[in-house]
């Protein structure tokens, strides 16, 4: 068990599915939740989801570069 620890959803722009099955989130929520940021899964750095559904999106930065 993840004991409410967030969960990455979406990594680089890249769909975490094993992450999404144990989530209480469906595929559906996450086309949502980007639909109301506007933006493209490509575009995202960071999606996570914590046991209750509260998620944070962290959008890949602008200029292409990493904030690392």
Do not use: F, W
């Amino acid at each position: 068990d993840n004991n409410g620890l967030p969960r990455t959803i979406i990594s680089d722009g890249r769909m975490i599915s094993s992450q999404l099955e144990r989530s209480p989130l469906k595929a559906k929520d996450i086309e949502r939740i980007l639909k109301k940021h506007k933006v493209n899964r490509k575009n995202v750095l960071l999606l996570t989801v914590d046991d209750n559904g509260n998620t944070n999106l962290i959008k890949q930065p602008s200029d292409g570069k990493k904030n690392l």
